[in-house]
């Protein structure tokens, strides 16, 4: 699962900052406010690449999808983006729980069939 949350986290980080140069051109937005955000942000999803196994860090990377989505009311792209994202997340911690089990699996099965 770790793998999967990390890929999608990773280009989560390249779709913020993106987005951050996007928002940059707002003229009702600050540059100060626009990357700090943006900057919190991608700090955050480099974090999590690192706190996914850990409790509550699968909950932490779905506040973060829900943010992404959050944010297409500053760039109207983000709500589309968000959605995709948010589906790429699912998709990794469901998968990737499936692929944790059957690696599990695999062990116990390996670990029975070998002398002792």
Known sequence: ???LCASTLIGEFFVIG???LVAMKDPNLSMGTVWTVSGVAMVLSILLCGMITRPGGVQLGWALQLALI???FFVTTMFFLGVVFAALWWASVH???KIDEA????AAQSDEGSPA
Request: net charge positive; aromatic share 18%.
């Open 95 to 97: 998968y990737g729980r």
């Open 1 to 3: 699962m770790r793998t």
């Open 70 to 72: 959050a944010s297409g």
């Open 103 to 106: 690696k599990a699996r695999f």
């Open 18 to 20: 993106f987005a951050g």
